[in-house]
């Protein structure tokens, strides 16, 4: 896991943001990062951490300090993203510790944490919170039952400047809080600057998104396309033009397949990945449930490639393999009209 330190908040969370969110981006890093720009101005340090959360459809931001109250939105934010079962969306969670604000820039660390590990601890260790603070925008202060602020929050919106919730034991919070971050401060950080971190996470990507495929394929017996000549899978089309040519070059060759091809239908809201029935038949072996090719009636497992590329064989360019897609496309029925959605690429 990554620690970096002391970085422009704004320009780190934006480079990691582009790398994995492609719908509502600029929105909800914006509103993320106003969050921080408040945090900064707080003095209490419980106030100045918060759990930011990048998936493909938007950016979540939560103060740990509401993270760790039961009922809270970031409570049942963090449970949510942390189930195993979210859509198989590719999760980027930080802790971010706010510092404060020089010379125009909003300065802070983050720590790479596992939104599933951190949802665990979460579950186990939130504390009731059955009380909301409001400020209104006099100066006054005053607190309340949640119950009875559910009641009457409409009427507290005209003279209401902020609210938040309070602990039914703040001390118990601050104890618990104390406790996680003791152990994030002492795990097994790396300490990196944005741009290795950054460059990881294409790496990453590209992982994330081949298993995702190999594993869409290894679910088919036979041929799923009109005449029963290729098997095909999709990925979101939206999700698809976030990777320029050179990138989706890139993902096609850490497939296992050599007549892997890129095809999608003009309208249409997902591009299919196109693998020839006479190049691969796919199977599952029933001992290890693992995709398998068939070759000489024998099934032969796939090993999903690594980050290295070794000895594999020479693939084509982008262009020629997404044009040989749209033609076979065509003669096989499978989209009726074959476009990219990649940067600069048009057929």
Not at 60 to 74: H, I, L, N, S
Not at 285 to 313: C, H, L, R
Request: overall charge neutral; charged content about 30%.
């Amino acid at each position: 896991m990554d620690k970096i330190d002391n970085v422009d908040l704004r320009e780190a969370l934006d480079s990691i943001a582009r790398n994995n969110t492609f719908f509502h981006l600029y929105n909800d890093l914006g509103v993320s990062i106003e969050q921080m720009e408040h945090a900064a101005k707080l003095s209490d340090s419980t106030d100045k951490t918060l759990i930011w959360v990048s998936y493909p459809s938007g950016i979540d931001c939560y103060p740990e300090r509401e993270v760790f109250q039961k009922g809270t939105r970031g409570y049942h934010g963090v449970l949510y993203h942390g189930k195993e079962d979210v859509q198989g969306d590719r999760k980027l969670a930080y802790a971010v510790d706010v510092h404060s604000i020089k010379g125009g820039k909003l300065l802070g660390s983050l720590y790479e944490i596992d939104i599933r590990e951190y949802a665990k601890t979460v579950r186990s260790n939130a504390v009731p919170s059955n009380t909301i603070r409001i400020y209104e925008e006099n100066g006054r202060q005053s607190t309340m039952p949640k119950d009875e602020f559910d009641r009457r929050y409409p009427l507290y919106l005209v003279k209401m400047a902020d609210w938040r919730h309070e602990p039914d034991n703040p001390a118990v919070l601050k104890a618990v809080i104390d406790d996680v971050w003791n152990n994030i401060r002492g795990g097994k950080y790396k300490l990196c600057d944005i741009w290795q971190h950054t460059s990881k996470l294409y790496d990453d990507r590209d992982n994330f998104y081949s298993n995702q495929i190999l594993r869409d394929l290894s679910k088919l017996s036979e041929p799923n396309s009109a005449d029963k000549q290729f098997f095909t899978t999709s990925l979101d089309a939206r999700v698809a033009a976030a990777f320029d040519p050179e990138q989706l070059s890139r993902l096609l060759d850490r497939l296992p397949y050599k007549g892997a091809e890129l095809s999608i239908k003009k309208g249409q809201s997902y591009m299919q990945v196109i693998i020839p029935r006479d190049e691969i038949q796919l199977s599952r072996i029933k001992q290890n449930d693992k995709p398998a090719v068939i070759k000489d009636g024998k099934a032969i497992p796939v090993t999903v490639p690594s980050n290295e590329k070794q000895g594999s064989p020479e693939k084509p360019s982008i262009l020629k393999a997404l044009k040989q897609g749209a033609e076979k496309a065509r003669q096989h029925d499978i989209p009726d009209k074959a476009l990219t959605k990649s940067k600069g690429v048009e057929l």
